[in-house]
Every structure is written in C-alpha cells, then in structure tokens.
C-alpha cells in the first residue's frame, strides 16, 4: 500500500479521507518528501499539541517565512505578534486579556443577538434555491465578529475579504500570487483597524477593541501593533471556523438522512451533534507544529528540530479513538475532538462557533420541512488547512 502524504494533491482539498486512512493504517508517522512529519492518529496528534518543548511560532522557519514574503513583510510582522503563533509567556499574556471575552457565560450573552441575525438571514433568504454559504454561514459569523469586536457592520463585506485572504496563511499549499494578495490584504486591514482604535482612544465604548487598548497584564498593556494582528486573528479564527463548520455540517447531515431525521425528531440532540459534526468534517484539516525538544510517540521518536504536520481531520476519524468513525451517528458520546486544537493553544472562540451552529442548524430544522441539495457540483475552497465549501447549493421547502 503506497502511502503519499502532499497538500498540493487536489484529493486532498476535495476529499481527503480516503488518503487519511491510507496513511493511518500504513504510515501514520509518515516523513514527506517536503521535510515534515505528518501524524495521522489522534493518540499521536494529541500528544504533540500536549508535549512540552512543541512550539506554534512558525514564523522562526526560515523557509516558512520566505515563502510568505519574509520576516519584514507585512503578513509575517503580523503573524508573528497572533496569540495562534506565540509560545509560553507572550502567548499567555495575549490570552488573558482576549479570554475575559470568550468565557462560557460571555458565549451564552451573545446568543439572543446570535439568534436574531440568523433569524434575519433566514428572512431574507425565504423559501426555494439558495446557496447557504453566502446567504447564511458566511455572512453570520462575519456580522457577530464585527460586533463583537465593536467594528462597523457596514464593513462587513471588505472585512470578510481581507481575512478570506489572509487565512491562506497557514496553508502549506500557496502560490506566489496567493502571498501578494495576503500581503496587500494586511496592510489594507491594519490601516482599517488601526483608524478604529485612534477613535476609541478619543472615545473608548464597550467593545473588545476598548478593552484591547486599555487592559493591562502584569502592568503592561498591548501594543498597537499586537492589537491589531490579534484583531485580524480573531477575524480569521471566528470567520473561516464557523462559516466551514455550518456548511460541512448541514451537507453532511443531508447525505445522512437517518441522522438528519433524528435530529429534528429530537432536537435536544443537537449540542452533541454539533460535537459530532466537528469530529465528522472538522473545519480545521491541518496544523503544523516545530518542535524544540524531541517527542516520544508509542513507537516512534521525533528528533528536536523536526517540522510536524497534525491532521485533525485523520485523527478526529481514527478508529482506535472512535468506533465506526467513518459513520455521522449524531447521539455518539465521548467525543473530545481535535478539531479545535488541544493544550495551550485550544481555540479560545470554539464555544462560540459551536454555539453558533447549533443556532443555524437548530433555525435551519425549524423552519423548512425539505432541505435537498439541487444537484450542482459541489467545489470545496482551494485552502486545505481549512475544510469549507465555495458554495452550497439548497432547495428549501416549508
């Protein structure tokens, strides 16, 4: 069994399972012939994002970073100030300040504004053929991250842009003129952000970007560039982990009709099987991690300087983890996925974009009593460490 890891394979943006397995089952501590490690299985996946001496501060690889632009490109100078890429100290110092605003009761206070804007999409959207990514999941997350952040909805469709742009970062899989737009797209977001925080100076309200300028840490407060790299990051975590998350999750219910049924005859399932639709088709495919100091695996030992891909989407599939992984079975329980990450940097916002899905689909059940796909040929987004579909032709019944 021929056993070929590469990103650029265009299975693997459209369906990428098939190869997972193939790497599980014949080389799941595979060594690419691009210089990294790529681990399939979750106990191995799970262990390098726990490990001590693992660090998220890719921007340190030289070839990495070149291929971006370089250290003093405007991309790699953000990058390099993302809580998503910063270890120990500088890491915990951005999280304190942005996880007084996504604990769990925090969450649940956004929920009636949740809820109302998927109620005005869904308005709008009405009866018949749609295509729910841009009618419905797109447009959600990007309103609630706008007002979370105190940005104007008015801009909500350029700051969709930018960050659509911007998140090709971490993808393994950019071309040169992918790394020109994400370079512009950043330089255009900072000024953007950066005139929002000179106003918030000159009149601080009760959004996130007030408290980014005037929480302080151990005494010391943010600077304006962290702000504004951190900003964009949580534009980009928000945005593509919720809008992918929805789309993944309403096509593959809708190829199980079994659970897609069950679940409107027992709607006090859908907490779990918003778990269990992240664990299906996570929203997140790939990470890559660099480790510092060596990581001993159960039968494998990976040396200090290693580069590491982490495939959540084989690991959240890993039959040693989960009994019939291959099935959508939205009343399994024990479901711990790494479709969020794991350790010291698990997505801070992963309780939001749950919640917001469970709002959607819960919307979704409610109203039509037909949802089927029209037939259209599904294309999935060229960005492979993000799983999400361009588009998601629906007819809708009531």
Not at 56 to 77: C, I, M
Not at 83 to 100: C, E, Q, S
Not at 342 to 359: I, N, Q
């Amino acid at each position: 069994m021929t056993a070929l890891f590469d990103p650029r394979d265009p299975a693997v943006r459209t369906d990428p399972y098939p190869i997972y397995r193939r790497l599980r089952e014949a080389d799941p501590v595979h060594q690419s012939h691009f210089g990294y490690w790529v681990l399939s299985r979750y106990a191995d996946v799970d262990a390098v994002l726990r490990a001590p001496g693992v660090s998220s501060e890719f921007y340190r690889n030289q070839v990495w970073a070149e291929r971006r632009g370089g250290l003093d490109s405007p991309l790699v100078r953000s990058v390099r100030n993302w809580m998503l890429m910063l270890d120990g100290p500088p890491h915990r110092r951005i999280r304190g300040v942005l996880g007084k605003v996504f604990t769990r009761a925090a969450v649940e206070r956004l929920r009636p504004r949740v809820t109302a804007e998927a109620d005005r999409l869904l308005d709008a959207m009405g009866d018949g053929e749609t295509d729910l990514i841009e009618s419905l999941a797109l447009p959600l997350p990007v309103t609630v991250t706008c007002e979370l952040l105190g940005l104007p909805t008015d801009n909500r469709v350029q700051c969709r842009h930018w960050t659509e742009q911007i998140s090709r970062v971490i993808d393994p899989s950019i071309t040169a003129a992918d790394v020109a737009e994400m370079n512009r797209a950043e330089t255009e977001f900072r000024e953007y952000v950066t005139g929002e925080l000179d106003r918030r100076r000159a009149a601080p309200t009760d959004d996130i970007l007030s408290l980014l300028l005037h929480t302080e840490v151990d005494g010391v407060r943010l600077t304006d560039h962290e702000i504004v790299a951190n900003v964009l990051f949580l534009f980009v975590a928000g945005h593509e982990t919720t809008v992918n998350l929805v789309g993944n999750g309403v096509l593959a219910l809708l190829r199980h009709p079994d659970q897609l049924q069950l679940l409107r005859e027992n709607p006090e399932l859908m907490p779990g099987a918003v778990e269990e639709i992240t664990r299906y088709d996570a929203p997140v495919q790939i990470v890559s991690r660099l480790l510092d100091e060596e990581v001993v695996l159960d039968d494998a030992i990976l040396p200090a300087g290693a580069k590491v891909m982490l495939l959540f989407g084989a690991a959240n599939r890993d039959p040693a983890r989960y009994s019939h992984p291959e099935s959508l079975d939205v009343t399994r329980t024990g479901i711990k996925t790494l479709a969020f990450s794991g350790g010291p940097h698990y997505c801070l916002g992963a309780a939001l974009g749950k919640m917001e899905t469970a709002v959607v689909l819960t919307k979704l059940l409610r109203r039509y009593g037909k949802m089927e796909l029209t037939g259209e040929e599904l294309r999935w987004r060229s960005n492979v460490s993000f799983r999400g579909l361009e588009r998601l032709p629906l007819r809708l019944l009531r």
